[in-house]
């Protein structure tokens, strides 16, 4: 899907200079944004309090969610790597506690990362 079909919340959230290869999960704080761009869809990961989030997607088909955030994993999801995501590996979320299966992304294609106001 083309950028021109983004919604404009995540279409703005791409300024120069915040692009990134990867993101310490550990240093997300509340409120954060992270933009992920993958083959079929970008993301927008919204941090919220104790590792929940939300994550928005340009996919039509992709509702809004409410995840709880549980890092990244390679691009052949083999390897679980809860303190980051990264450029060629997939985020990794559940959408309850007691789920035991992890949920990923496509492979992400490009990072983009915006500070929460505090």
Same mark, same amino acid.
């Given at each position: 899907? &083309? ?7 995540i279409?703005?959230? *791409?300024?120069?200079?915040?692009? $990134?290869? #990867?993101?310490?999960?550990? %240093? !997300?704080? =509340? ?6 761009? $993958?083959?079929?869809? $970008? ?6 309090k104790?590792s929940?989030? +939300? !994550?928005?997607? $340009?996919?039509?088909?992709? #509702?809004? &969610?409410?995840? +709880? ?5 390679? %691009?052949?999801? /083999? ?7 990264? =450029?060629?590996?997939? !985020? %990794? ?6 789920? &035991?299966? *992890? =949920?990923? /992304?496509?492979? +992400?294609?490009? *990072?983009?990362?915006?500070?929460? !106001?505090?």
């Amino acid at each position: 899907m &083309s950028d021109e079909s983004a919604p404009d919340e995540i279409q703005t959230i *791409l300024p120069e200079g915040s692009v $990134t290869d #990867k993101i310490h999960v550990d %240093a !997300l704080r =509340v409120r954060d944004r992270v933009v992920m761009r $993958t083959s079929e869809s $970008t993301y927008l990961l919204t941090v919220g309090k104790n590792s929940h989030c +939300i !994550l928005n997607s $340009t996919n039509p088909s992709e #509702k809004s &969610s409410q995840i +709880i955030l549980r890092g990244g994993t390679n %691009a052949d999801i /083999t390897e679980h790597t809860p303190n980051r995501i990264f =450029v060629g590996g997939r !985020l %990794a979320y559940i959408f309850d506690e007691e789920a &035991s299966t *992890l =949920v990923t /992304t496509p492979v +992400i294609e490009s *990072l983009a990362y915006e500070p929460g !106001l505090r």
